[in-house]
């Protein structure tokens, strides 16, 4: 499939420490998807485990934001307490405090096929999220 032209545009969060789908298997699709010319954005949150980084955290979301705007799904922000965000909303719901990544300046236009490593803003972050307990997790 990876190899396929005219695959729709993709923004591919990972996590380096995923025990489900392996990150060098999401690497790899991205990888062979980017060279059959798919826009295909890779962002890696270094130390997450399945379901860690991504959208869980303010990093992640701002950039799946702005893939969204990018392509023309949305076009208002969204804010932290919107009910229409079902993420926060069920991080609020569950209290999961999320591990937060440094900031990315994440631009669709210039990173569609880009791999992006993301580190956590802290050490202690990265051992929440490697023993299954730093929120994150749904």
């Known amino acids: 499939l990876a ?11 990972t996590g380096s420490a995923d025990q489900i789908v392996p990150c ?3 690497s790899r699709f991205a990888e062979v998807a980017q060279d059959a010319g798919n826009e295909v954005a890779h962002l890696i949150f ?6 860690g980084g991504g ?9 799946a934001l702005a893939f969204l ?3 023309g799904l949305i076009d208002s922000p969204v804010a932290d307490d919107d009910t229409r965000d079902a993420i926060g909303g069920a991080m609020r719901a569950f209290s999961l405090e999320p591990v937060e990544y ?13 791999t992006l490593h993301l580190k956590p803003l802290d050490s202690d972050s990265t051992d929440r ?10």
């Open 129 to 138: 999220e490697r023993s299954g307990l730093g929120g994150g997790e749904l």
């Open 69 to 71: 705007r990018h392509h």
């Open 3 to 13: 190899d396929r032209v005219g695959l729709p545009p993709m923004l591919l969060l």
């Open 46 to 51: 270094e130390g997450a485990v399945h379901g």
């Open 102 to 114: 440094e900031p990315v300046q994440f631009q669709p236009a210039l990173d569609g096929r880009s």
């Open 24 to 26: 060098e298997q999401t």
């Open 55 to 63: 959208v869980n955290s303010a990093a992640g979301r701002a950039a």
